[in-house]
DNA sequence: ATACTTGCAAAAGATTTGCCGCATG
DNA sequence: CATGCGGCAAATCTTTTGCAAGTAT
């Protein structure tokens, strides 16, 4: 059982042949698709369909909310039109997206996070959820 | 003349009189409609609309975005599904977004930009860009 | 004059939804 | 068995674009 089915199973989270399927994809793409990659809905549907074809990209436009509601996965806003998702992990982290080649690095800054709840505090407001993405290039070394 | 159509002329960028309303509009939406807002492409319209019936949509987006890539304004896409915009500024400022009201708040923290860098650098990265975006909500005071 | 602009409506791209038969618990 | 789910196509929402006519330099 994939690791996002486990995580339906504990919330709750109503299982079917179609999510199973979803969940076993998004699970996998922390390690079976490259290195931890953000797949968008239609590269979802793709990799879905590989394993059954009459999957619906409606039902992983659903599952994918559906997931992100229940806190299951993470979705993100890149700057391309189209939403990414990835596996939600214990430990917040946030982007540092390399401009030349398109990687993406995720890293945690701890202080960072406190001094953005300070500002949050500061200015009348508490954080609830905050953004951070770094856009860097590879310092060539020698 | 307004501010953005100064710079329009600088750049070289050729006006009309559909431009020099929506250069207008912008650059009063630093002062004249709230504390800065940042209106999208819809707002803006009405805005423009007020002072011209005649100006079409398209045109908004057609002149937004060319003034964008002219370096005169700058686009943000935060988590509504729609572009928003402000007239570029000298100062670079983060913003805090209220997910109540959708008011924004522009701030500047210099730590913060610091601990970014250093965070790149450890990465083995040269920080070209970044964004930062706060969610949150408004604390009662009572 | 000539290349650039505009308005309109249609097109496009991402995402959501109504309907209805079907599967799940 | 009741409720919720999935497939399909149509609907939405934001943004872009082709075209024919008008405009700036």
Redesign the pocket.
Known sequence: MSEIEEKCKNKGV??????RLIAKVMSDSKTTYGSKDHP???ELHKRVSSLDK??????V???V?LFEEAGIIERHDFKE???RYEPLTEEHHDHLIDINSGEIIEFVNKDIEELQKKVAQKLGYKLVDHKLELYATKIKKN
């Open positions: 109503r299982l079917t042949d179609q999510r968008d809905v239609d009459n999957i619906s990209i409606a039902t436009y659903r599952t909310k039109g189209k939403s």
